[in-house]
């Protein structure tokens, strides 16, 4: 089971698989500086330090050059959907520039990090930005394959791998990249093997003709994570109408907001979603006090997410894809998203009156989609972990102002935990979702934590 609570430290794990023959990426906004200077590629490289002061923890600028060489000059390019300039790159990196006007919307948002003996991959909600890495509440997809995979698992990773790289060329060649074209295809050659992927990689848009609800059954239940609905009324009727498709009991999980219906929903679709019958959740802030750096904006969801679930067993769509027409390519304009689909429960409580993210890191390989570092908000902090019973140990280090007691159910049963610190509670992993408490405390797992 994979740990890492923060993206950043995703890319640090895959250091270990460096030096890296090429860097390929897709995303709709773009930080230039955070991409080389003091983010993903000194991750990349083993070059991310971070110190604490005052509570805050800062990262350390890198010079370039030095980022270069300790990458040992890969090829490095970036597709950039947004085409609003937003900084300058090197001169060794391949910046494309993507021509909406002509072929749609790119919100795919994706990093390949290609090692001398592994491929990494990494599928998310996240733009390549500061903000979306650091500070959002994001969520995204991570596995690895040998370039050379003898195993059937590592085949079928290597496959998913595979078809990321296979969307990438079909960018490269609609914007005339020969570098990339190239870069990319070999890669897709030697990773294809020619089995289903695990995940299921999901390439949808104008001159990809897949959709997301396609590769999603109707089930009992279905969990929509999303910070963006449409706000026109044909746009709203048509969403909810393919997401009621999904199951009889449809709960929208959104930002929250100070409306009545607590959930940051535009009025068209607010009305298209009472009118289906829909539930509705919320998204909470964390305490401003948590953010990793004061200057920016205080974390919001940006994930996306729809889960459906037949019996006990899930399957989710997790990617770029926002609920809307143009990200689920229910109609004319479609963007372009990449999305995948893992067995995986909704990251989000089912409850119209607690509010409880669980947006963080999916690993492929973990079907419970349950992970470490679970960060509570505003003001405790938690520790997850999968034990080899099947039950889910969650260490709890209560705030002085929670009161006596944090009140957790245990199946039929509740538990109190006092306010000492580090304390274990054992959960049955089926109550998981049942986790609240009497001071409405929410508790986030955060691919930006």
């Known amino acids: 089971m994979r740990s890492p609570k923060r993206l950043l430290d995703v890319l640090v794990e895959m250091a270990d698989d460096g030096p890296f023959t090429s860097i390929l990426a897709t995303t709709f906004t773009f930080d230039p500086e955070f991409f080389v200077n003091s983010g993903v590629l000194p991750a990349l490289a083993g070059e991310l330090e971070r110190t604490r002061a005052t509570g805050d923890e800062r990262r350390r600028r890198v010079d370039a050059e030095v980022v270069r060489d300790r990458l040992e000059n890969p090829y490095v390019a970036v597709l950039q959907g947004f085409p609003t300039p937003s900084g300058a790159t090197p001169g060794w990196i391949d910046r494309l520039a993507w021509n909406t006007r002509r072929h749609g919307v790119l919100h795919a948002k994706c990093l390949v990090a290609v090692g001398l ?3 990494n991959v990494i599928v998310t909600s996240a733009n390549l930005t500061e ?11 991570s596995w690895s394959a040998p370039r050379k995979p003898t195993t059937a698992g590592a085949r079928r990773r290597a496959e998913a791998a595979a078809q990321v790289v296979a969307g990438i060329v079909s960018l490269a060649r609609l914007v005339k990249a020969p570098s990339l074209i190239d870069e990319a295809s070999k890669l897709h050659d030697e990773l294809t093997c020619s089995v289903d992927p ?38 709203a009727r048509s969403v909810t109408a393919a997401l009621s498709g999904l199951a009889p009991v449809v709960t929208l999980a959104g930002r929250k907001s100070s409306l009545e219906s607590g959930v940051e929903l535009p009025a068209a679709f607010e ?10 959740s919320t998204s909470s ?15 919001r969801l940006h994930a996306k997410q729809i889960a459906v679930r037949s019996g006990d067993v899930w399957c989710s769509y997790v990617g770029s894809a926002n609920a ?6 229910l109609g004319r304009g479609p963007n372009i998203e990449l999305g995948v689909v893992v067995d995986t429960p909704p990251l989000v409580r089912r409850d119209s009156t607690v509010a409880v993210d669980l947006v963080g890191l999916i690993d492929p390989d973990d079907p419970a989609g349950l992970h470490d570092d679970v960060a509570g908000w505003p003001s405790f902090y938690a520790r997850a972990f999968l034990g080899e019973d099947g039950n889910l140990a969650l260490h709890i280090d209560p705030p002085p102002d929670a009161g006596a007691s944090l009140e957790l159910p245990t199946g039929a049963e509740s538990r109190s935990l006092s306010r000492k610190a580090d304390q274990v509670l054992q959960l049955e992993a089926a109550h998981v979702a049942q986790l609240v408490n009497r001071a409405e405390i929410t508790i986030v797992t955060s691919a930006g934590v």
């Not at 001159?207 to 746009?235: Q, Y």
């Not at 009305?271 to 509705?280: C, D, S």
């Not at 809307?324 to 390519?329: K, V, Y």
């Open 285 to 299: 802030e964390p305490d401003a006090a948590h953010v990793e750096d004061a200057t920016l904006p205080t974390r």
């Open 198 to 235: 695990a995940p299921v990689v999901v390439w949808s848009g104008r001159t990809l003709p897949d959709r997301p609800l396609k590769h999603l059954a109707r089930g009992d239940e279905a969990v929509v994570i999303s910070p963006f609905w449409n706000n026109d009324d044909n746009g």
């Open 131 to 141: 903000g979306s890495w650091c500070q959002n509440l994001e969520v995204a997809v």
């Open 117 to 119: 003996k592994r491929v």
């Open 271 to 280: 009305l298209a979603a009472h009118g289906a019958g829909f539930r509705l």
């Open 324 to 329: 809307t027409l143009q990200g689920l390519a």
